[in-house]
T-cell receptor, first 120, second 113 residues
């Protein structure tokens, strides 16, 4: 299995530009998570999808952030417009979860390699 | 706020020694997990211990859980230079929002060859 795939691995952009991060979860996993990691705040959950449906986006910092999961094998996290304080490593993770919208599993999460975002 | 808090923040040991990291948390949990993160990489799951378990082993790893003290420890025996990484504990709550893993800020382990 290829594991969770994220692209790009590194992104450098200028303030005000739109940034789109991409994630392909492990095939068969029902749950997908987007995290942000910074030295100051550690690892923060931004949004969680179960069966392609956003369940909890309370961690999304503000309206500049949006996430979609159009199908079971693809998700995007978009920042528009980007700001220097958005600089961080963004991780996508997937887990087996539970089908049918039941109470999600809290078992192992599999992380992608991350996207290091630098906003100048 | 962070649910899991690791202690110490940084640990430096010689190769062959044992490394112990601790994690404390505040609320009731469904399970507690330990992850490793090598520099510039994603997190890798190491071990999961459920709230009704007290100890678990996986290779050179030993995890204990004391729910009465709301604490867990990760022991790495006979450490190797390749164990150099940051180690995070993550707690899964037992309530309605228990899909969410809450991560601590990690212990940075350096194993000196």
């Amino acid at each position: 299995d290829a594991g969770v795939i994220q692209s790009p691995r590194h992104e450098v952009t200028e303030m005000g530009q739109e940034v789109t991060l991409r994630c392909k979860p492990i095939s068969g996993h029902n749950s997908l998570f987007w995290y942000r990691q910074t030295m100051m705040r550690g690892l923060e959950l931004l949004i969680y999808f179960n069966n392609n449906v956003p369940i909890d986006d309370s961690g999304m910092p503000e309206d500049r952030f949006s996430a979609k999961m159009p199908n079971a094998s693809f998700s995007t996290l978009k920042i528009q417009p980007s700001e220097p304080r958005d600089s961080a490593v963004y991780f996508c993770a997937s887990s087996l979860g539970l089908a049918g919208g039941g109470r999600p599993s809290t078992d192992t999460q599999y992380f992608g390699p991350g996207t290091r975002l630098t906003v100048l | 706020s962070q649910q899991g808090e690791e202690d110490p923040q940084a640990l430096s040991i010689q190769e062959g020694e044992n490394a112990t990291m601790n994690c404390s948390y505040k609320t009731s949990i469904n399970n507690l997990q330990w992850y490793r993160q090598n520099s510039g990489r994603g997190l890798v799951h190491l071990i999961l211990i459920r709230s009704n378990e007290r100890e678990k082993h996986s290779g050179r790893l030993r995890v204990t859980l004391d729910t009465s003290k709301k604490s867990s420890s990760l022991l790495i025996t006979a450490s190797r230079a390749a164990d150099t990484a940051s180690y995070f504990c993550a707690t899964a709550g037992s309530g309605a929002g228990s899909y969410q893993l809450t991560f601590g800020k990690g212990t940075k382990l350096s194993v000196i060859p």
